[in-house]
């Protein structure tokens, strides 16, 4: 897990796939009835700067990041980066990320 001073954590959460059958293509009709079921297809890679300095604020961190689900993120701990993954806007994923107290800062897609 850690070496000398570097901590690598990899987070992932998930969303549960719908019951059923959505179909192998997707056509309009199919690509409905995923968003019906609430997944998004325009996931997109964010990376943020985040204060992080010791294995307790990547903690914090990572709880913050578990809770709205449907984000999967990497933190680079002697960076002080946060890469995310997730369906939700920056604003939502600054928002959250601005509940763990620390300075963050949005560096841009990935």
Known sequence: MASGNVIEMKMVSRISKPSGNIGKTFGDSNKKSILAHGLDLQRQEHEFSVDVTCEGCSNAVSQVLNKPG??????????????????HSVDILLETLEKTGKAISYLGPK
Do not use: A, Q, T
């Open 70 to 87: 449907g984000v999967e993120f990497d933190i680079d701990l002697p960076k002080k980066k946060v890469c995310i993954n997730s369906e």
